[in-house]
């Protein structure tokens, strides 16, 4: 599905933010990305996402080089406040993107609110995004997402800005919605906890430059539960592992798969 | 460049606690109602004036109430049927809003094409910006000599001294509002395929729009006093060729009266294009009534 290879950016003249960054992602698959703040994580999916050129190194998405955004890719950005267009309806947020689906409005809107139902938001359809609270209008972003029939998807911290309750609640909304659309997902975060509960593989960055210094196969139960998963042997030595990795201590010659 | 964003209702929270969600009541309404309970020292002032003017008998100084009689009498004691309008009103009227809204409006439409222009490539401000920056410095009755001997007098130097006057704010607001659209609402827009023209309407403008509106309302506060300067110079008919003819003939109190028509003019033209700024830019003072 996704190849990076040997992908590298620096920002002008300053010291490069990635190196040869190697990646792949397979059909179906929800790997994390996680990583040290300031690592270059958001640089790195912008340039997966073809929202920047890379320096050096190139991206594939089913096998055709990246040069501007694909098609078949919706990102889902941290920033929905932002992200959100505040003059236009939820509805007319989530039906924006399908038209380049070229389909007439009826076939728009009902889409629309097909997408607003699979994330639970049926009754905001009306409301505009500021009308909503953080974790709703983050639902809305995704549910946008959704909408577009993407193949692949990208999650740039997604669920950052809000609070702990209703991070857990997006999480299985997320696992929930993969699970229905089949969807490949590429979800950063810096959130390890996260990163192993929602992923099938964690792919752990080093800072300055960023490298990949780990790829940690999750080997956890597909249905998972925020309680009984996060209590598991497996899970507890995978974030710790993923804890290590992350802050540095284990040795930077970690095998790379 | 620098923009005007001024001082104007849509960048305050509608509703008294700015944390309601809808503004209650008609909006024109409320305005009327608002005004009233400031209306007091207006009538305290008239008052004065009107005690002092008859104490005095000053030719100069005519009472309120006999330049409320004149002005009923010039413009406003026509038949019904002309909504009470009088011929002197329509002959008055008539070219003034004309030029005045023509003015206004080819300056809206060419500023805000040369604005979107700007406000995207930045290779055009570059090349752009001295010529911008002395046009608008230049002060727009100066163009009036320059007009005249081009148009010769009658609406067409009217109308081009009050387009060119009034440019200037449409043009720099826009192109700063389009400059500074959010950089993640753009890419939001590439991510799905939103480009061209589609991209333009449904998310640079109206990310733009507050900006715009405000561009507009001052232009259209320029276009009355341009209206009105144009008029004063080279014309024979008009409000401001009203004023002129009645200073000439010593007509003080019909003088007066015109007056007054133009500030009620200016007050009218700015509550209906805030009431129209109100219906396009809600979501704009809704959200941020809630954000603050």
Do not use: C
């Given at each position: 599905m996704l190849e990076v290879a040997n992908l590298s950016h620096a920002y002008g003249d300053a010291p490069p933010v990635l190196s040869s960054i190697d990646l792949e992602v397979r059909p179906g698959e929800l790997v994390s990305i996680v990583g040290p703040s300031g690592c270059g994580k958001s640089t790195l999916l912008r340039c997966i996402a073809g929202l920047q050129a890379p320096t050096a190194g190139q991206v594939r998405l089913d096998g055709k080089p990246v040069d501007r955004v694909p098609d078949n890719l919706a990102v889902v950005f941290q920033d929905y406040s932002r992200s959100?267009?505040?003059?236009?309806s939820v509805r007319d947020n989530v039906a924006l993107p399908l038209r380049r689906r070229r389909k007439n409005r009826a076939q728009r809107q009902e889409n629309a609110m097909k997408a607003l139902e699979s994330v639970g938001l049926p009754d905001a359809a009306a409301k505009y995004p500021w009308q909503l609270s953080g974790g709703m209008q983050q639902r809305v972003a995704i549910a946008r997402a959704l909408a577009y029939g993407p193949e692949f998807m990208i999650m740039d911290e997604?669920?950052?800005?809000?609070d702990a309750q209703t991070r857990e609640d997006l999480e299985d909304l997320l696992l929930r919605v993969r699970g229905n659309s089949g969807m490949t997902i590429l979800l950063v975060t810096h959130d390890i906890d996260e990163s192993v509960y929602v992923g099938d593989r964690v792919v752990v960055l080093s800072k300055g430059?960023?490298?990949?210094?780990a790829d940690l196969w999750v080997?956890?139960?597909?249905?998972?539960?925020?309680?009984t998963t996060r209590e598991l042997p497996e899970f507890v030595h995978l974030r710790a592992e993923v804890g290590r990795l992350v802050r540095g201590r284990e040795a930077a010659d970690e095998p790379k798969s | 460049m620098t923009a005007i964003t001024g001082d104007h209702p849509a960048e305050r929270p509608t509703g008294t606690n700015g944390r309601r969600r809808r503004p209650t009541g008609v909006p024109g309404l409320r305005i009327l109602t608002g005004g009233a309970a400031r209306l007091w020292l207006v009538a305290l002032l008239v008052g004065c004036w009107e005690i002092i003017a008859r104490t005095k008998q000053d030719a100069y100084f005519p009472p309120p109430s006999t330049i409320v009689r004149v002005f009923h009498e010039l413009w406003f004691s026509g038949p019904a049927t002309h909504l009470f309008l009088t011929d002197k009103a329509l002959d008055d009227f008539q070219p003034s809003f004309v030029n005045l809204f023509c003015g206004w409006a080819l300056a809206a439409v060419v500023g805000l094409a040369l604005g979107i222009l700007l406000g995207r490539s930045s290779v055009a401000r570059e090349i752009l910006d001295p010529v911008l920056q002395f046009g608008r410095a230049v002060p727009p009755p100066t163009l009036i000599p320059f007009f005249i001997v081009v148009f010769d007098f009658g609406a067409q130097m009217q109308i081009s001294t009050i387009a060119f006057g009034v440019i200037w704010p449409v043009l720099l607001n826009t192109a700063d509002g389009v400059r500074t659209v959010e950089k993640l609402q753009l890419e939001t827009a590439e991510v799905f395929g939103i480009t061209g023209a589609a991209r333009l309407f449904r998310i640079t403008l109206p990310a733009a729009a507050p900006k715009i509106f405000a561009g507009l309302r001052v232009s259209l506060g320029f276009a009355l006093i341009l209206m009105v300067i144009s008029e004063l110079i080279g014309s024979t008919t008009g409000i401001g060729a009203h004023l002129i003819s009645s200073q000439q003939g010593m007509e003080l109190p019909e003088m007066w009266a015109g007056i007054v028509l133009l500030g009620i003019l200016g007050c009218l033209f700015n509550a209906v294009f805030a009431l129209v700024e109100r219906r396009f830019l809600s979501w704009h003072s809704r959200a941020r009534g809630l954000d603050s």
């Open positions: 959100l267009f505040p003059w236009m997604p669920f950052g800005s809000v430059p960023a490298r990949v210094r080997g956890l139960p597909t249905a998972r539960d925020q309680i | -």
